[in-house]
């Protein structure tokens, strides 16, 4: 469980390698981002590291979850302070978790 949770934080961190070029990317084609709507690009790259470890439908979960509680704007600082200090926020550890499929 531990290692399978490190795999989706890493994924999550994996995602920061693409926020900037899709910031820059927005920010020249459209001057207002709507909440809790993520760049394509940012939503094809977390899908495709996710997917890596684990399924489609975890992937989904989390993704969805994200965006229901995080704009965009949220999510950027976020990642910025999980990649300077190599820890994610507590809330987002819970919404990976929230995803798992329960055991019987």
Known sequence: M???LFLSLSTFLLVSSSISAAVNSQET???KQEKYEYPQEVVKTFMKGCGFT???DF???SLDK???QYTFAEFL???TAARETKQVPKEV???FQSCRP???
Do not use: G, V, Y
């Open 2 to 4: 531990r290692h399978r």
């Open 29 to 31: 084609q459209t001057p």
């Open 54 to 56: 684990n399924s489609k």
């Open 59 to 61: 992937c989904t979960c």
């Open 66 to 68: 994200l965006r229901s």
């Open 77 to 79: 600082k976020i990642d």
């Open 93 to 95: 550890i819970n919404i």
């Open 102 to 104: 329960k055991k019987a």
